[in-house]
Each structure stands twice: as C-alpha cells, then as structure tokens.
C-alpha cells in the first residue's frame, strides 16, 4: 500500500490533512515542508496521492505540479492542490498544470476526506470544494 | 460552523499555539532589526519573504482553528508584505509601526483563545495597517538600487545533489545539503532535475569551496562543477519564487532549515519524564538508608562494592536528572525579546526617551517558569517606563542624560536564576506611596520605611501609585499578583530605590523546580525540609548567648546581632531541651534573620512535590516531600515564614536596627 505525501510548509497544516485523512489514505503518510523536499521524496518512494500546498518558501507548488506533470514516472500521480482561500493562482491555472483536486483552506476535514475518497475511487470533480465558507 | 470539527479543533489547539509563537518569535525578531533602518534603504527582499512566510501561515492555521481575528490579521499584515515585495517598495517607519501594533495585537488575540477569553478589539490596528498598504506605485529609484545589491552576485559552482534512500537515512537530503550550502555561501537558484535514475537538484551557488571539501562531499552525493556561463536568465530558468524573481530569495530562510533539528515536546511528557525520575530519587533514597542499616553485617570487601555501586548509581542519576532539567530550560531571551516592543511603545506615550539594553538574555531557565513570569516582568517593566522615567527636560535639569536607562538583566548565581529590572529614573517616590497607603487603609509604620516594607506596600492588594486608567500599567496584572506569582514559584521579590537616582528590582527564581538540595531539620517531634538555595549560612546558638528585647530573641552574630525566630513559637510546637539550638541565617543586611530549629539532621535532595489542594494553600510552605522512609514531610519557604513572623510582630527587625547604626 503506497503513502500519501502531504507537501505544506505548516506542521500543523500538515498534522491537520493526515488526521483528516486517516481513513481514506490506508497507506499511511510522508511528509514534506517545501517544494524540493516534496521532489525528494517522490524520488525516493513510490507515492499513491499528494496533497500539495501552493505557497511555499523555495518551490512554488505550481512549479511543483508542473515538474510532476512534466515527467512520465509521476504523470499519474493524483495531486490535490489545497491552497489558502485568496492565493493569488486561480482555480484554472492549477486545473490547466494537472491538478487532480482544487480544493481550498480552511477545510472542512470530512469534506476533504469525502473529496479525496472519491477522487482515489475514481470520480474526480476537480471544480469541488471544501471551503467552510464558500461565499467569504 | 457546526459540523462537529470542534473537537477536530481542539485536538490541534498546541500545535497552532506552538506554530504560532515560533512565527511570532519569528516575525518580532526580523521588525527588531529593521528598526532604525526603515525608510533609508530598501530591505532585504529574502527578509520580507520571510514574514510574509510568517503570516501567511499564521492565516493558515488560524484560519483553520476558526481564530478569525488572527486570520484577518495576519491577512492584512501578509497583503502589505505582499505589495512592499511585488512594488520593491520602501519599508517605512509608519509601516514598521503599523506591523509592529499588528503582531501585538495578533499575538493578543491568539493569547485571549490560549486563556479562553474574548479578544481585544481589531478594527483599529486592521484600518492602521490597511492604510500603510501602497496601492500600485512602483519605486522605481528604489527598484534599480535593488536590483544592483541583489543581483550582483555570479555562481561560482554548480552543485548536484542526487538523493536516495541509502543517503537519506544518513540524514542527508535536500535540506540538510541546503543547509550545508549556505554555511559555506550562497546558494543562487535551486533547480530540480529529471535524471534517468531519479530527481537531481542543482544548485546554482557561489562562496568557499576548497578541493578537500569538495571532495569529502562526493561520498554523501553531492558534486561540486566549476559555473561555466553566468546564470541562465531568471525566464529561461524554473522560477522557484513567486512574486519578486530575486535570486537570493531562494532557498529556506535559515530559522526554518533548522527547525528540522529539533524535536517539539509536549511539557506535560517532560514533567512525567521528572516525576519518574524523581521516584527513582526516593527509591535510591531508600535504598542507601536499607545499605547503611546492613552495613555492619556485610564483610568489608563487599560492602565498598555495594556502596561503590551505590555511589554509582547517584551520580548518574544526578547526571540523568540535570539532563532533563536540561531540556526544560530555554534562554531568557524568549520573554526578553519582546520588551523593546512594550517598551518603545509606552515611551512614546509618556513622551520619555527610553534606552533598553538587555543582557544575559542567554540564561537558561525552566520553560515552565518562564512562562509564568512572563507577565510578572511584562508587568514591572511597564510600570517602569509609565512612571519612573522623568520627561527629558526634567532629566536634563537634573543633570541626567536626557534618554533614561531600562537595564533588565539575567543571570545565573548557583541553583537560581536572577532577573533584574533597573531604571535610571526618579526612583519610588516613598512619600506619596505612603500617603496613598494610608489613604487606602493600610496600616503603615511610622519612621523611615525600608525597602522591604516599602515593597510589602507596593505589592498589597488593591495599592497603586496612579489612578487605574492609566494606559500603560492599567493593563497590567498589579504589583499583588506579581508578587504572589514569584512566590508561588518558590522565588523572591526585592526592591532597591534612591530618589532620584532610579529603581532596581531583583527577581530570584530556581533554576527549575521539582528535585532540590535540602536540609533536613527536626523541631519536637517534626521533621520539616528546608531548600538549601534559601539558606546562607547554618549557625549554632547557645541558649546563653540568646538575649532578649523586649518581646525579640537576638543572637550576636559578626560583630552585630541578629533576630531569632524559633520555628517552634511560629508552629506551636514544644521544644525539646537542648542546650544549643540550630538555625539557618536567611537574608541579608536589615532583612537578615536567624530561623531556630532544635537540631538540623541531615542533606540530602528531595522531591518537590506541590500541595495539591489549594484549599490549604499556606503562606510558607513550598510543598512536601517524601523522604524515602515512607515519611512525608513539608517543606518550608524560610523567607516567607519570616516575612509572616515579622508581620505578625510587627517591626521583629527593629531589634537588628543596632547593628547599623
């Protein structure tokens, strides 16, 4: 059963996605806290999901997505971008780099563990959100 | 929201605490060292990436803790970083300001949910840091100058660094390489790369590489190539950064590579990790009374090699106890650090000029201590800097230099740490605190008033110098509490003042609680403990030479006298008939006193062990402690039983009065 990577500068964002996700990611988790760390770690072990952060201090997540995207080995890698709600990259510049999942923080934590269990079944609706306050 | 995430929330509350202080400590540091240079020259673009980190992640976290005020705090205070970075813009004064109130607000905010109380207000701060953001005027002269001191830099090496497993479990990774990088230069662009065997990372990198260097760096995967061309234009390249394309942004900011040396731990595991350890005090305690039984009937050559064993066992379990005392403690520094802060702040309400200078903030002292004194400290030196400190004229007429001096200070003496807040400022004004006492009731002792007593005024309930609206001090926790807070962590308060001429306090804390040296005493038929960091000297008295004034025992002691109090009279225990009696000698000058026991029967370290409940809470008494034999007895705080004694007798010290005049 392969890992989940869970890319975020934050610990406690990251504590908060693995918690969140126990139940649908059986794998179990790696962790990362910046771009090059994340690259690292797809290198070095075969990965099932990750959940990746867009702004971070040395890679952005975009470049990160977008080297992913550029190389055969991950190019089937579910990636869920969870970003903070107001970041200036769109919805539709990380759906157009390959992002499996578009989803926003705040998160509601079942309604990521929902997203991302019918995205690993399968059904991704990359244009749904977990935001916990959609009109804010 | 109400979908049953509360206790998702509260599962998560230490870590966002914990995160937020590092950003805190964080952000107040980098504001620290832009004063004095804002609005001169531009800032460090890697300096202002880092708070923006900073609050970008403060959001974040808060944001999902639902801490709505510091979520729109730190967003407000994120989106004029965001502009100073994308505009090249000049940090001003006003902008530092406006930061500067914003963290503190925000810090107040997350400490109000920390404390579960309601937040302070944020409109205020919101609007004032709203109103520095610069909306759309790029600086160009101040771009130019930028890109010059930035950009100037050419690589000088391109380092390769291939991960894999075999090398991350010796530790090294793209971060630790990172690390290693910087502390030999500069690392330039960092690029990842596609290999046929994997990830690659190149960095672009210029500063020291000596050939024995690179060369012992071969084996841990990296390999160092002269730069061949300058630096690819930052276009053609993958553009690590969002916003400004500043190369030397690149690359984590030192404070956050490191983190990843340092294991975060729960306090509450460290106290259990001390409680073991302080059982396996009393069991060994135990057992070198069980030894000492057996002695005489184990051959001799046996017992050396018990009692070395014995001996052995103490010593590391000394070395065992100071190790995790060690663990607990952290530099002083982390209260210290947010002084100038109040400081500048309150100087520019009481229009005095105020110069702080902090020194020992190195001293190391128990994180749980520190914490509980943070608002003690916070507390004196606000007052000290609302009152003490004259306007500039009136320093000059004085013949003062014109900007006052707040000296707070740490060290270390023994087993206790030493605070001490100094001010060269008019000094504690005796007069009208004793008119102002007397006008709340308290009864004040005619005469000239020594410091002690002066500082027992300042510190009763209820006592204080100017009226409670007052800004600076009116949000403070009041002199009472300050002074409880350090008794209750078995430490001591001292008051120096000279009018005119500025006014010292002295905080005496032990290094940590918990495990200490004491002596063992014996009164009647009780044994009590007596930490030894109290004592200053162990005297014996012989009941010929106790004299007595009036209702007072006093004892020569060097040439002068000194007041005895017999813990027996305090107590109201009987005596046993002895022809000498033992007593520690506590305080000094005035303030000296000899506490009588009928023997003192021992040394040895005890377990601290708190009153747990609170209903017999009593002055004097630090806790209890169990001394291996199953006997539990209680510990005293010398200084305090003689403060209460000479409360009760009113002016005991009168009789110590001879010996300085």
Redesign the interface.
Known sequence: MQRTLVVDDSPTIRRMVMASLKDVCPGGFAEAGSGLEALEQLALAPFALMILDLNMPDMHGLEVLKFVRSHQKYRDLPVVVLTTRGDATSRGEVVKEGASLYLTKPFVPLALAEQVRSLLNGGARPADDVDRNPHG | ?A???DE?IS??MD??FE?CDEHLATVRQILLSLEGVTGVQPIAPSIL?EMF?SF??M???S??V?LRDAEMLA?EMESYLRALRQQEAILTPAGVDALVAGVDALERVIVARREKHPGPPIDDVKARIAAVIPHGLPAAAVSAALAESSREVTPEWIVTFV???EL?ERGL???TV?ARLRQHGTILQ?V?K?LPT??A?EFAFAGDLDEVTREAWTSDGITVARASAPLPAVETS?????GTGDPKG????PT?AS??HYVRVDLARLDDLMRMIGDLVISRARMADTLARVERRVPAIEWREVHENSAAIERQLRDLREGVVRIRLVPVGEIFRRMPFVVRDLAKQSGAKVRLILEGQETEIDKYLIERMMDPILHIVRNSVSHAFEIPSERQAAGKPEEGTLRLSASTAGESVVIEIADDGRGVDVEAVTRRARAAGMSVPEGPLDSAALLELLCAPGFSTRDETDRGSGRGIGMAVVKSTIQQLSGTLALDTEPGRGTRFTIELPLTLSITEAMIAVVGDRTFAIPQGSVREVIEIDHVSLRSIEAHEIVPYRGGVLPVLRLSKLFGITEQARRSLHAFVIGSGLEAVAIAVDRITGQREIVVRALADTMIKVEGIVGATDLGDGRVVLILNLQALARMARRDLGGANAAAQPRSA
């Open positions: 929201m979908n049953g995430d998702f599962g998560f870590d966002y995160e990436e980190r970008h992640s959001k974040g976290i944001g999902m639902e967003h991960p894999s497993s991350s990774n793209v971060d990172r960092a990842p596609i994997g990830v990372f993958v553009e690590l950064l969002e690149i690359g984590l900011s956050v983190a990843s």
